[in-house]
Structures are given as structure tokens and as C-alpha cells.
């Protein structure tokens, strides 16, 4: 029989975990997020190693589980296994933290950092990582969201960690430690505020257009000539004269060379129409085993312009990671999909008559690198083009808009983000959204939007440096837990002759 303090540590846990989930998209009810890591923290104080690890595993199960729900229509086991993997590297970061013989300001050096690294670990294996429902997209419209334009989204889940020990401080009525560490995160934030975020060298008027469709259906399900047709019919909403016109990804989907196929036609015509620059997300079979996935630019005369490969694939969404293994385990008719994609190698930019375009597209936004690199290679504005329309619920289209917001925050720049059934928007700099679609309408959000150059500090330092801070604050706490400081301190204190 589980002991009933026990069974009250677990509960506490589970509360504590679904406050972190309604802290993100797409309920973000952003303090929650606060008052989630406060009540880990006071469920790590004086436990065992063991009961470190597994509070924390049923904490991080309680965030996830309402959180990436989602996946349950996509991939029931691979829901379970996130799930697993995710609530592994929390209960690592747990673990990580001092325990019973530590004093509680050895522990709150480590909480924050241990937990910082173990979003980092997720958003980075396996499979190049899943950064979904992390605490940093709850605070995108949220205050401590522009600490991003300074240490990117992870330096926001880190500043999210530090106000939780710090709430907990002031319940052990530690209260000068938790105020001093309250008003040291309010003066970060002045700080990102008045942060450099680029400057503006020129106006372009925008439109991103969504054609609209039922949510929930999958490519094999609809007719590739109906989502085109959606999108040229939506496309006469956009008002001219305009700069630059885009389309959401893979709304085309050829076989063979974009230029061999009908379809070039219709888009170079269309761009010619307008007297635009059109991007548009289209997908191109290569062989019965390989396709790629581009973003490509149609002039204003009509003719074809650059084109961005994306290079950061969904693993069994984009490709199928141990292909060889898992056909050999489930067999050739197992449901994975046939084709993998072919990664680009080209830096994350198009060259075009309405600017230089920094590209993501669809998965690429929820990773910082990917935005930095396009504006590190001088975009002036941030495109992502995107398809949600398979998913179920909202979850990931809501999160995705988050993770807009953080990437126009880190890097200076306007966000256009273009999807086929939703959601799409627009996003200033600051990461306000302006414009939003709902889900399946044929819409096109329109607007004047500024080019941009110069560099945030984020763009310039990347998220490395919060990772090795982190690195050195958990090292620093064990340090100090095991009494090392203690005994040098004695050493170096001065003797007194009698």
C-alpha cells in the first residue's frame, strides 16, 4: 500500500504539471507557469534521490499529456512514447537538483538550470527535437517573452524557472532572497526592452493568402488540383498594387521539376497578373523514395526566381528515422510513408524585388536556429510558410503562432506566417500578433510591413550561452551540496593565536 504522504507528494505533482500545460498554447494562462515550477521545487525540498526522480517524472507527465494531445490522432504510440522520453528528462532534471542535505539556495541555483537544460535536451534529441508546448511559447505574449530578443526562447524558460524558485523562496518566508531575485528578472526584462532589435529600411505591403478546406485531412485524402484551386481563388482577394504575395507550403504538389508541370504555368501567370513577388510552398517527387519540400519565388514578370529547401525535416512526418529497423519490426505495409524528403543545404533565404526573405518553413519555426539563420544571412523579414491541416484540435497550429512570435522577438523582424486551412498571421517585431485567420477559412491577411535590418543580441550569441550557464550553475550547486565551499572556507578563514 502507497503511503499517504506519498500519494499527497503525487497529487501535488500532477497539480503542478497541468499548471505548466495551461500556461501554453492554447489556453496560455501564462502565471500558471509560475506557480507550477514554485510547487516542483517544494516537492524536490529534503526528498530522497528516488522520490526527486519520480515526482518529477509525474510532473512532466502531467504538463505533456493535456499539452501535446494532439498526437494521439497522429501517432497513438509515438503520443506515449513523448511522453516517456519528455518525462525521462525532467525526472533527470529532478535529479539534478540538491536535495535533502543541501540548503535551500543550493537548490534554487540548480532548479532553474537543470530545468532549462532539460527543454534544451527535448528541443534537440531525438531526431533533432521536439520543441512543443515548452514554457518559453506560454510567455510569447507575455512580458518575460522579450527576454528572447536577449537570450532567445531558452533564456525565457530559464527566466520562467527563476520566478518560480523565487515564488518559492518568499513561501519559505525567504523573503529578501525572493524579492532581490524578482526585481533582478523585472531589471532583465527592462533590459531586453530597451535591447537592440534592428531598424527599419524600408516599407512593403504584404498579403498572406490561406485557401481555406476542412481541418483533419491528410494529403492522401484530398486532391492536390483542389488546394491549388483554393489558393488561386483566394489570391483574387489580395488588393493591388502589392509587394509580395505568399502562399503556404506544399499547397502544390507536382512530380518531377516544378518548370515540367502545368502547374508552373498557372504560378508564373498569376505572379505576372498581380505585379508581384509570389513565394509558394510547393513539394516535388523525385523518385518512388525521395521528394523535396521548397519554398520558391515567381518574379513579377512571370519568370522563376530563387528557391529555399527546407532543411530541417519532421522525423516520421518528413522522413522516417531507422527506416530499415522499423520496416524490418512492422513490415512494408506499416503505414510509414514511402517517401523521405530531401534535406536542403542552402542558407535560409530568397533573394527577391520585395527584399531579402528570411524562410522557415512549418517545423523549422519552432527551432531558433533555423529563424537566425535566414537573418544572419541578411533576411529582412521572416516567412513561414506551413501546412497544419492534417492535425487534430488546435494545439499545434495555436503553438506555432507562439513560436512566431518568439522567433520575430529574437530576431528584430516581421513574422508572415501563411497556412492552407489555418492558422495564419501576421506578427510585428515585438511579437504582437496583428492579424490572425480562423481555422478552415479562405482568407488573406494584408498589410503594409516593415523590411529590417541589424541584429538582436540573440541573433548574435544564439541559445549556446544560456545552455553553458546552466551547465555551470547545476555544477556550482552540487559544488557546494557536497561541502566543498564549506571546507575552503574553513581553510582560508584565519587562525587566531591563544
Not at 172 to 199: D, N, Q
Not at 250 to 256: A, K, L, M, S
Request: one cysteine or more; a positive charge; charged letters at 15%.
Amino acid at each position: 500500500m502507497i503511503d499517504p504522504r506519498t500519494l499527497r507528494a503525487l497529487l501535488r505533482a500532477v497539480i503542478a504539471g497541468l499548471c505548466v500545460a495551461a500556461s501554453v498554447p492554447p489556453w496560455g494562462w501564462w502565471p500558471l507557469a509560475f506557480l507550477g515550477i514554485a510547487m516542483w521545487d517544494r516537492l524536490l525540498r529534503n526528498a530522497k534521490p528516488r522520490a526527486r526522480i519520480v515526482r518529477s517524472i509525474v510532473f512532466a507527465a502531467a504538463w505533456f499529456t493535456p499539452s501535446m494531445l494532439w498526437m494521439v490522432d497522429l501517432t497513438a504510440p509515438g503520443y506515449l512514447i513523448a511522453i516517456v522520453v519528455f518525462g525521462l528528462y525532467v525526472g533527470v532534471a529532478g535529479l539534478a537538483v540538491p536535495g535533502r542535505s543541501s540548503s535551500s539556495w543550493v537548490r534554487w541555483l540548480a532548479l532553474p538550470a537543470a530545468f532549462t537544460l532539460a527543454e534544451a535536451a527535448r528541443c534537440t534529441f531525438p531526431f533533432g527535437g521536439v520543441p512543443l508546448a515548452t514554457t518559453a511559447m506560454g510567455q510569447a505574449s507575455a512580458p518575460l517573452g522579450q527576454i528572447a530578443r536577449v537570450f532567445c526562447a531558452i533564456g525565457v524558460t530559464f527566466a520562467v524557472a527563476v520566478v518560480g524558485v523565487a515564488l518559492s523562496a518568499l513561501w519559505e518566508r525567504r523573503h529578501i532572497l525572493g524579492t532581490a531575485t524578482l526585481i533582478g528578472i523585472l531589471a532583465l526584462w527592462f533590459v531586453a526592452i530597451i535591447a537592440p532589435s534592428g531598424h527599419e529600411i524600408g516599407t512593403i505591403n504584404a498579403a498572406v493568402v490561406q485557401g481555406g478546406g476542412p481541418q483533419g485531412t491528410r494529403a492522401s485524402e484530398t486532391n492536390p488540383r483542389d488546394v491549388l484551386l483554393r489558393h488561386v481563388e483566394a489570391t483574387s482577394l489580395v488588393t493591388t498594387p502589392v509587394d509580395l504575395v505568399v502562399w503556404p507550403e506544399n499547397v502544390v504538389e507536382v512530380e518531377g521539376p516544378i518548370a515540367t508541370n502545368p502547374e508552373d504555368a498557372v504560378l508564373s501567370a498569376l505572379a505576372k497578373k498581380l505585379d508581384t513577388t509570389l513565394v509558394v510552398g510547393i513539394t516535388e517527387g523525385i523518385d518512388s523514395s525521395k521528394f523535396a519540400n521548397a519554398s520558391i519565388v515567381y518574379l513579377p514578370d512571370g519568370s522563376s526566381g530563387e528557391r529555399y529547401d527546407k532543411v530541417h525535416r519532421v522525423p516520421f512526418g518528413e522522413y522516417v528515422p531507422l527506416r530499415s529497423f522499423l520496416e524490418r519490426i512492422a513490415g512494408t505495409n506499416s503505414g510509414l510513408s514511402s517517401r523521405d524528403a530531401v534535406a536542403g543545404t542552402q542558407p535560409a533565404v530568397l533573394h527577391t524585388p520585395a527584399g531579402t526573405l528570411a524562410v522557415a518553413i512549418s517545423w523549422e519555426i519552432f527551432f531558433t536556429n533555423r529563424a537566425r539563420d535566414g537573418v544572419l544571412h541578411g533576411g529582412q523579414i521572416l516567412l513561414n510558410p506551413t501546412n497544419g491541416s492534417s492535425y487534430w484540435l488546435t494545439q499545434v497550429q495555436t503553438q506555432q503562432v507562439a513560436s512566431s512570435q518568439l522567433r520575430a522577438i529574437e530576431t528584430g523582424r516581421w513574422v508572415l506566417q501563411a497556412a492552407p486551412t489555418g492558422l495564419s498571421a501576421i506578427v510585428t517585431p515585438t511579437g504582437d500578433v496583428v492579424q490572425r485567420t480562423s481555422i478552415s477559412e479562405q482568407a488573406v491577411l494584408q498589410q503594409d510591413v516593415a523590411l529590417r535590418s541589424g541584429d538582436t543580441i540573440a541573433t548574435v550569441i544564439g541559445p549556446l550561452p544560456i545552455v553553458w550557464l546552466s551547465i555551470i550553475l547545476v555544477a556550482l550547486a552540487w559544488w557546494f551540496a557536497t561541502n566543498r565551499f564549506t571546507t575552503l572556507r574553513s581553510k582560508l578563514r584565519p587562525r587566531h593565536s591563544m
